[in-house]
């Protein structure tokens, strides 16, 4: 299967679905089964890659770096930078530390996890010795509300931000209102983390009336609606064949005005600003 991609902010194409690798490298007995299920993931056509320097405390990025062996070309890695070390010296020093988990010497797109304590503009001047170094092709946020990107794009370089990876999924609604739009406006696709909310939200009645009527499963209509939408990434973990192949059918699935609306009762968009959420 060929995934269509779409211009990060910057210009460089992102594929609109990859998969996550939250809880990989933590347990030396599912070692093997989460490296197959990266490659079986790449078998069908997957190319986008998420994961974190703070996964499994760069387990999961080993996973990465040895189901990518022999094909890093065709596959585009998106890894995250904790908080913690984020300061001008301590960004490069974390992307350096990465880019040896993950046996490669250049990391696609890097993100900051969530906001801490260092300036922005520290941050941002980071990802640009990085960027200039070759070393990333380009950078972004993670879990910023709104009022936190209008700061980072006033600092120099903040321009440059290519996405935000948010937390997005039916049950999770809040971004609709305002900093969605605002990304959108600005041309900066968002990432939709934790897209089935974790698993949480697949016995909701409404996903499997509609799962039933569509010959589907509630998970491949949770990722058909985040799919229908412009701008939006979508990175379901899975870490069995099966689910892998499971969430990858969903690019086939079109929802109707009457499904949306279906969807829409039983999960209301907001009609106020709504806090950030985050997992
Ligand atoms: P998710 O993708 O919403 O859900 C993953 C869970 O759902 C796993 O337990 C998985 O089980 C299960 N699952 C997957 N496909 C399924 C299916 N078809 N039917 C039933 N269950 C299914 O949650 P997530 O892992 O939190 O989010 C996805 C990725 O987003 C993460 O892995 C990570 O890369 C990223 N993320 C980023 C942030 C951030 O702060 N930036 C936060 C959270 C997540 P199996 O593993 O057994 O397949």
Request: glycine share 10%; charged share 25%.
């Amino acid at each position: 299967m060929t995934i269509a991609s779409l211009p990060l902010r910057t210009g460089l194409p992102i594929p609109r679905y990859g998969q996550g690798t939250w809880g990989m490298g933590e347990r030396a007995e599912r070692h093997g089964a989460e490296v197959a299920a990266l490659r079986h993931a790449f078998d069908l056509g997957i190319r986008l890659i998420d994961t974190a320097e703070m996964y499994g405390d760069g387990g999961a990025e080993r996973i990465v770096g040895e189901a990518i062996a022999g094909r890093r070309d065709k596959v585009f890695i998106v890894s995250k930078v904790l908080p913690d070390n984020a300061s001008r010296r301590g960004t490069v020093a974390a992307c350096e530390r990465s880019l040896r988990n993950l046996r490669t010497d250049v990391i696609d797109l890097y993100l900051l996890h969530w906001r801490g304590s260092t300036p922005f503009a520290d941050t941002v001047a980071a990802f640009e010795d990085l960027l200039r170094a070759g070393k990333i092709r380009a950078w972004g946020v993670s879990n910023l509300d709104l009022a936190d990107m209008q700061e980072l794009e006033a600092v120099p370089g903040g321009e440059r931000c290519a996405t935000n990876q948010l937390l997005y999924n039916l049950t999770r609604r809040g971004i609709d209102f305002d900093l969605l739009p605002w990304c959108r406006e600005r041309g900066m696709p968002v990432m939709a983390y934790s897209p089935l909310e974790q698993g949480r939200m697949l016995g909701h009645p409404a996903l499997l009336s509609l799962a039933h009527g569509h010959g589907a499963t509630p998970a491949q209509i949770a990722l058909a609606w985040l799919l229908r939408q412009d701008g939006i990434i979508v990175i379901p973990k899975a870490a069995t064949p099966a689910h892998v192949e499971e969430n990858l059918a969903a690019l086939d699935i079109s929802l109707g005005d009457d499904d949306l609306a279906a969807l829409d009762r039983a999960f209301p968009p907001p009609q106020e600003p709504q806090p950030l959420e985050m997992l």
